[in-house]
């Protein structure tokens, strides 16, 4: 598509120079480039202004007569943190010992993967404001699991962080109007696995230890298992 140039005021117009289409609209306000001293020269202009009202005007002109702009591809293939979530993601969760994540009554265990193991289905859902949290320290969700719909939450039981499975909905949490940190595990990707760290309680991980033990919180990473392959579903 040929994209019409932008019209310029007369050159011994003084600053600031509008810019016009070619119906006439003004479409942006041009200010005078800076004046930087150069040793042993005269003043010469800056580049940076003017490159940057280029970008600008270019990428204006182009919305306007309907052309699509490379950052607006690139945004819409970054996932977005505010879009709406209907549904929790759903998966399963194994370590490195090859065992996976089993309800037993109210408790998370971990148990050998076998063709007569059925691994408890988990859910996942981010936080809703990222922004509002410790950044750095991986991505903030909510971890459940789907039936019975419970989610994973950190207390402070006799002055010990303690991983608790409690009813409560994913989804609820989710649409809280803020943060829900008992609730909220930072998930750090680390090649194919991921830890899983308490928003509550900073430097307490999810871990696992010996077959069909509960999954508890740690402080103490290098002594206990912290790294879990989560599977999502397509």
Known sequence: M???????????????LHIRDPKGRRQAE????????IP???????????????IVLKMSFLKDFGVKTESEDLGRDEPQCCSEVSQPHTGEVSDLNQQ?????????????????VIPV?????????????????????????????????????E???????????????????EPVD????????????????SVAFPGWFIASSDKGHPIFLTSHQGENNVNFNLSINA
């Not at 040929?2 to 600031?16: E, G, N, R, V, Y």
């Not at 041009?30 to 001293?37: A, C, I, N, T």
């Not at 996976?100 to 148990?111: F, K």
């Open 121 to 157: 289905t988990v859910t996942v859902v981010p936080c809703k404001y990222p922004e509002s949290l410790e950044q750095g320290r991986g991505v903030p969700i909510y971890l459940g699991i789907e039936n019975p719909e419970m989610c994973l939450s950190c207390e402070d039981i």
């Open 100 to 116: 996976v994540w089993v309800l037993q009554g109210q408790t998370i265990v971990t148990v050998p993967r076998s063709n007569s």
């Open 2 to 16: 040929h994209t019409p140039k932008p019209i310029l005021q007369s050159k011994d117009q003084a600053w600031p």
């Open 159 to 177: 002055g010990q962080p303690t991983l608790q499975l409690k009813e409560e909905k994913i989804l609820r949490l989710y649409n809280e109007v």
């Open 182 to 197: 008992p609730f909220l595990f930072y998930r750090l990707e680390i090649y194919s696995t991921s830890t899983f760290e």
């Open 40 to 54: 042993g020269s005269g003043p010469a202009f800056h580049p940076r202004p003017l490159l940057s009202h280029f």
């Open 30 to 37: 041009l200010q005078e480039p800076q004046r930087v001293g």
